[in-house]
């Protein structure tokens, strides 16, 4: 299957900081990519999806000013919590699929990052 | 949206057991994937199959598309099968994959 890289795994921060993760598709092209969270023994909420050279989609009730998606190149999507809070603690988690916009295809995700804001 | 239900919840076996999860939704897809998570929180792919049957191993996998379920089949369980399974669903004209609600299985030696 295809691999998807997510940096880093787990991350403790202060109140108040940012916190940029990767994500990245190491052996294909992914002109979107997803990013998801997670809260303890629940389901994956899908956050956002990231485009390549254009501006991400943020489902509703994401604020997409305190999570910031860049999706520069074809192998790469960057998450930033900015401001982050304790309540913004969570497991963070990206995929790929490899099919072109429009045709999601097999999604395959990264390791997840676990984010403590203390 | 489309909605995804999975049954049951939490499931304890003994190792060497059968079991079969269900995954229900709302509406037509266009994808359907079956993902097992590691108590690490990496999701691994176990299959993908909008419809159909499929094997691998101890696992195999149907979707029902037109009665809108698909069934995960795992044989002669191992310690290292417990974790939890989520489906996840794309819907016509839609990229987004939506998760089910997650079995929690856990084999007992």
């Known amino acids: 299957g295809a691999v998807v890289s997510q940096h880093p795994s787990w991350v403790i921060c202060k109140s108040g900081t940012s916190v940029k993760i990767e994500c990245r598709s190491l052996?294909?092209?992914?002109?979107?990519m997803f990013w998801y969270r997670q809260f303890p023994k629940q389901s994956l909420m899908l956050m956002a999806t990231?485009?390549?050279?254009?501006?991400?989609?943020?489902e509703q009730g994401v604020e997409k000013d305190k999570f910031l998606i860049n999706h520069a190149s074809l192998t790469l999507s960057t998450l930033t919590v900015t401001s982050a809070h304790p309540e913004d603690s969570s497991f963070y988690i990206c995929?790929?699929?490899?099919?072109?916009?429009?045709?999601?295809?097999?999604?395959?995700f990264g390791q997840g990052t676990r984010l403590t804001v203390v | 949206g489309i909605q995804v239900e999975q049954s049951p919840p939490d499931l304890i076996l003994q190792e060497g057991a059968n079991s079969t999860l269900r995954c229900n939704f709302s509406d037509s897809v266009n994808n359907l994937q079956w993902f097992h998570q590691n108590p690490w929180g990496q999701l691994i792919n176990l299959f993908y199959?909008?419809?159909g049957t499929k094997q691998n191993g101890r696992l195999s996998a149907t979707t029902v598309a037109t009665e809108r379920y698909s069934l995960l089949y795992i044989s002669s369980s191992q310690t290292t099968d417990s974790g939890v399974y989520f489906c996840a669903v794309e819907g016509f004209g839609n990229e987004k994959l939506t998760f089910g609600t997650g079995t929690r299985l856990t084999i007992i030696p």
């Open positions: 199959i909008p419809s």
């Open positions: 995929s790929a699929g490899r099919g072109v916009r429009g045709s999601y295809a097999e999604a395959f």
């Open positions: 052996d294909f092209q992914a002109t979107t």
């Open positions: 990231s485009n390549e050279g254009s501006k991400a989609t943020y």
